[in-house]
Every structure is written in structure tokens, then in C-alpha cells.
């Protein structure tokens, strides 16, 4: 079992790619709408999943997802869900509405708290 597997849901794919190429110490993994609905990859393997919400069409599968009870991170690029997500269980918020330096910064710190990594690349300032 790998203790940095990580299913990425990105419907658009940028986000999944950007995570690989800046932290080549997890094992990503790309989800997609099939696992979601049937539970395909949805196993005790994962340590995380990054839930890219785009819309509020986005809303059904987040909801899936968190019902598997895998820790969920939620990536937000959608303004009108800004601090929507705070009361739910099992669900953290990563607001991706700043600038792309930003929300990596804030990625990095939440991958080496989760994952206990060692910072190779210091925090871009």
C-alpha cells in the first residue's frame, strides 16, 4: 500500500497535471465520473482525494465522494461557493481563487503536513 496515493477528480484535467508536476513525491492518480458513481478506485488505499470544484454542477460528485469516507481536499475555483464548505465532515477547503503561487504555497504546506514530507523546494514568496 502506498501511503501518498492520491485520486485527483478534475474534470478539466490542468489542476491533476500541475499537481504531478509539482509534487512528483505523491502518487497521483486521476479520477474520473466512473469512479465516482460506481465506487471503481474508491478503496482504503487512498490517503486523499483533491476534489477540483469548478461549478455547481460539481456539487453531486463532491457529495459522492465524501460519502466513501476518504478525506476529501477541495480545490475551489468557483467564487460563488467561497467559505460554503467549512461545516461539512471530512471535507477541507483550499480556495484557488488567488494567484497560482498562492494556492501552491498553500498546497505544499497542506502536502507536508498530511504526508509529513520533507521540503525540498522552499516556499515561493
Request: aromatic residues 14%.
Amino acid at each position: 500500500m502506498d501511503a501518498n496515493r492520491v485520486m485527483v477528480y478534475d474534470k478539466f484535467h490542468y489542476f491533476s497535471r500541475f499537481l504531478k508536476y509539482e509534487f512528483k513525491d505523491i502518487n497521483f492518480v486521476a479520477g474520473h465520473k466512473a469512479d465516482i458513481l460506481y465506487g471503481h478506485e474508491m478503496t482504503d488505499d487512498l490517503s486523499l482525494v483533491v476534489f477540483v470544484f469548478y461549478s455547481e454542477n460539481d456539487l453531486i460528485d463532491l457529495l459522492r465522494i465524501n460519502s466513501y469516507g476518504i478525506p476529501v481536499l477541495v480545490c475551489n475555483h468557483c467564487p460563488q461557493f467561497l467559505n460554503k464548505f467549512k461545516n461539512i465532515q471530512n471535507i477541507e477547503v483550499l480556495e484557488c481563487l488567488d494567484t497560482k503561487r498562492g494556492f501552491r504555497n498553500d498546497l505544499r504546506l497542506h502536502f507536508e503536513e498530511k504526508f509529513n514530507l520533507v521540503d525540498e523546494q522552499s516556499v515561493c514568496k
